[in-house]
């Protein structure tokens, strides 16, 4: 495990880290606790609500539970902002990324609060299909009783929460390391290549979508927005993209897409279906395509090659 990551885990195995995470639980009404990026527990379950232990005894619903904190870890590293959305049971949760130069390291995960009924018109995702609470209250007795006593919160407190929990990651990653920021900038040496060449009113006109893509790769992207930050018809957008470059936009997405990629096989914890993911490929078996036309090798051979198998 590389400096940074054992410093970000040393911060938050202190004693001052689980009794800031502990006050803050308390003093909001939310559920928190910090994890690495694989879900794992890296501190205590501040404040978990009985509904949601009860409900994680239960294999049917615990499978749903965890993927939702998956889906909502990723889509917070992806957009490296705050995400609130809707689990599977119709509660509020809010998962606030760790990110070192573009590494997702982790996360605060908050919530196991429901949202006042009058704040209907606030737009929540809903990560999967919602579970019938009343067939399952009809079995259980308990866990009815359990969500009735879930805290009530407005939207604008756990906004605000989701914020002050953003700002305490931010100061935990502070001067991530040099060996990992080296690392880092030896893997965008095409973003790096551009920057040098940028001297042309042509290369000027194109910077903003390049910034664009280096900003956005995680998501879609299309010819539309390019065209649209750097104010120019799509048309033309892609023929001067084109003689610039000397490739095309899709190309060029994937070209960063996989220069991002190398940084996270770097570190042999991270599957290679999450850096797919995180990458912005939905399909592993292409980004696995992707990554061995444009590298010459698969991306388990590439990570064989570092000596992190």
């Avoid at 939702?68 to 902002?81: F, M, P, V």
């Avoid at 390019?226 to 104010?231: D, K, P, Q, R, T």
Wanted: glycine share 4%.
């Amino acid at each position: 495990m590389n400096d940074t990551w054992e410093k970000l885990y040393a911060t938050v195995k202190t004693k001052e880290f689980q009794t800031i995470q502990d006050n803050l639980a308390k003093s909001t009404d939310l559920a928190i606790i910090t994890v690495d990026y694989k879900g794992s527990p890296l501190t205590a379950h501040s404040e978990c609500s009985k509904f949601c232990n009860l409900l994680r005894t239960l294999p049917e619903y615990a499978k749903l539970c965890e993927k939702c904190d998956a889906h909502g870890g990723i889509e917070a590293a992806r957009t490296k902002e705050p995400f609130i959305y809707l689990c599977h049971a119709n509660i509020i949760d809010v998962a606030v990324p760790i990110i070192v130069n573009d590494m997702y390291l982790g996360g605060i995960m908050a919530g196991q609060v429901r949202l006042e009924s009058n704040e209907s018109e606030f737009e929540i995702e809903q990560i999967y299909r919602q579970t019938d609470l009343e067939k399952l209250f009809e079995n259980n007795s308990q866990i009815k009783s359990d969500y009735n006593k879930l805290p009530i919160i407005s939207y604008n407190k756990i906004e605000a929460t989701a914020r002050i929990l953003q700002t305490i990651c931010k100061y935990m990653v502070q001067n991530p390391g040099e060996r990992l920021l080296d690392e880092y900038n030896n893997s965008v040496e095409a973003f790096n290549q551009f920057a040098n060449k940028a001297n042309t009113s042509q290369d000027l006109l194109l910077k903003p979508a390049i910034e664009y893509i280096a900003d956005n790769y995680t998501k879609k992207i299309t010819i539309r927005q390019l065209a649209n930050v750097c104010n120019i018809s799509e048309s033309y957008f892609s023929r001067l993209f084109s003689k610039c470059f000397g490739k095309n936009v899709t190309d060029y997405i994937n070209d960063t897409r996989i220069s991002k990629a190398k940084v996270l096989l770097s570190n042999p914890e991270v599957t290679v279906n999450y850096i797919a993911r995180f990458c912005g490929y939905e399909d592993s078996s292409y980004f696995i395509k992707r990554f061995k036309k444009i590298t010459g090798v698969t991306p388990h051979e590439y990570r064989k090659a570092l000596g992190n198998n």
